[in-house]
């Protein structure tokens, strides 16, 4: 149009500035179409596929997690059911101990409280504490009394279960009563600084043949004697009259109005008599103070004398009789 003179060159000049804006329009769109095709869409492909796997790992982790959320879930219940079986065992034992707690006492008698003499806190009042295996309080049968001794510790091996036994009780004077040895503790009592390291071993002894009108009680005193040893014939005399002159045992025989020295072989005794095996006949005299007449006379013998010889020893006064 332009060549044939129909329109003007800015006309021409016009439209080709708009289609040079249009290839510059396409070229930009092909350019964001390779751009978009190249490098958007992979690095969005990329991040979807990274998201992608992030996804699936959460979702595993999820897995695994509610699955250990499950099992400890189930390990609380297991462990809730065990504590709670084990809670109701607690409270049907805390309810039996609550129905003991009421004590009644199998039959008539007395109440003796138990309590340490050197220690006032475990004397039985209303609200002390209580322990486990504590002795409260005992229920004695005053028709089945039976006496607790110590023996020492030097003549405890001589002591035996079954071996027979006298007492004098204070309360029932002149009344002398029968019994057997029951037990011989295995443990010493009083190896501390309360009992000055004297060992001496718990004993107790049966009354046989208590009295009905006895009227014993606990806690009274009694003078118990157990029979180690018996022997039936045996010559004795006082252990005050014999003593012991050059490694021999000696008596001071009391015959007429002098006083001999006469050796003799002892056998077994005790704190008041000693067995004679030989040296002296029944019905002797002996005197009674062998030990001073012993001192006396080895102060004041010969030395040439023989420790067989009959001296004429004036007699000394002998305590208690002969």
Known sequence: MVKKGFAQQEQLRSKELFVDGKRSAVKQAEDDLMVLEKFTRRRKQTELEAKAKDAERDLERTKKSQEAATDKARTDVSASEKTADIEKKQLERL???????????????????????????????????VFFQQPIFSLPDLNKMKMKMKVHESVVKKVKVGLATTMKVDALPG?????????VAALAQGDDWRGGG????????????????????????????????VIPGALTV?????????????????????????????????????????????????????????AAEL????????????????????????
């Open 95 to 129: 309810k039996a101990q609550l129905d003991k707690c009421e004590l009644k006492a199998p039959g008539d008698g007395i109440v003796i409280y138990f309590k340490r003499q050197w220690d006032e806190s475990s004397r039985i009042k209303p609200g002390a504490q």
């Open 175 to 183: 009344r002398v009563l029968h019994g057997k040895v029951l037990s």
């Open 198 to 229: 004297v060992k001496e071993y718990e004993t107790y002894v049966s009354v046989d043949d208590l009295p009905a009108d006895g009227g014993l009680r606990p806690g009274m005193s009694a003078d118990v004697k157990i029979l180690i040893k």
């Open 238 to 294: 006082p252990i005050q009259g014999v003593t012991e002159i050059g490694g021999e045992h000696v008596c001071y025989v009391v015959t007429g109005g002098a006083v001999e020295r006469r050796p003799v072989t002892i056998g077994d005794g005790n704190d008041q008599l000693v067995q004679i095996v030989t040296g002296l006949s029944e019905g002797e005299q002996v005197a009674l103070d062998a030990r001073t007449r012993a």
């Open 299 to 322: 102060g004041t013998a010969n030395p040439g004398t023989k420790p067989d010889e009959k001296e004429r020893v004036p007699p000394a006064p002998a305590p208690g009789g002969p």
